[in-house]
């Protein structure tokens, strides 16, 4: 058990690597390529406050106040990835040259958590379910004889991964797109601009004037 547990936890970090590659792969090529400097622009902290109140909202109405203990907790837990998630965001989209506030707001409010989500969602169906059957299957359990056992219902569940399959697919071509989207407004830097040079140094004029002209 313990052996598939570490075999789907790998499982998990190899697919959530490979996912944000695809997604982040042009925005990481540019950010590498450019190097520019951390900015934050004033729209930045605009964008934090609404992922905070966002946050605010969902402790409220999912734990609310009565559980004070339990509210404090995922508040701040929740805040402290808000704040984690966003500073980076900021920071790559500086890094990538993206200066218009527009597309830095779509990477900080949509791409980058909807990528989160696409990640977890594909783990869960990719890697947690398969485990879960086989763990349920090791211990005697009778889950996955059912599914075998019925013919409607085997159907019904490769129709269904088909269908996820196939939006895995083209949620990942779709955030792939609003990574190159929101390069659109920025220029690919040139070799010369993305080679460190070497910083001239000016050399004496060692001529020495002889008698004569010569």
């Known amino acids: 058990m313990i052996g598939c ?7 998990v970090v190899a697919l959530c690597g490979f996912l944000g590659k ?5 925005l990481r090529h540019r950010a590498e390529m450019l190097r520019a400097p951390t900015q934050f622009q004033l729209s930045d902290f605009f964008w934090l406050v609404v ?8 402790s ?3 734990v609310g106040v009565e559980q004070l203990g339990y509210f404090l907790v995922v508040l701040g837990f ?9 500073s980076g965001a900021v920071s790559f989209m500086a890094r990538a040259g993206v200066t218009q506030p527009l597309r830095r707001a779509v990477f900080i409010l949509l791409l980058l958590p909807l990528t989160l989500a696409l990640m977890i ?3 869960f169906v990719v890697v947690i379910m398969p485990a879960s059957f086989y763990i349920d299957y090791r211990a005697g359990g009778g889950l996955l004889t059912v599914y075998l056992g019925s013919s409607n219902l085997f159907r019904s569940g490769l129709f269904s991964l088909a269908g996820i399959a196939v939006g895995i697919v ?4 779709g955030l792939r797109w609003m990574s190159f989207w929101i390069l659109a407004d920025t ?3 040139s070799r010369a601009d993305a080679e460190p040079t070497s910083p001239h140094v000016d050399t004496p004029d060692t001529t020495v004037a002889t008698p004569g002209g010569a």
């Open 170 to 173: 083209a949620a990942t071509w």
């Open 22 to 26: 695809l997604v982040f792969g042009p």
């Open 187 to 189: 220029s690919e830097p």
């Open 60 to 62: 409220v109405r999912k």
């Open 121 to 123: 969602g594909s783990s």
């Open 51 to 58: 992922q905070l109140q966002v946050a605010l909202v969902y």
């Open 5 to 11: 547990a570490a075999l789907a936890a790998l499982l």
């Open 78 to 86: 929740l805040l402290l990835a808000t704040v984690g998630m966003w």
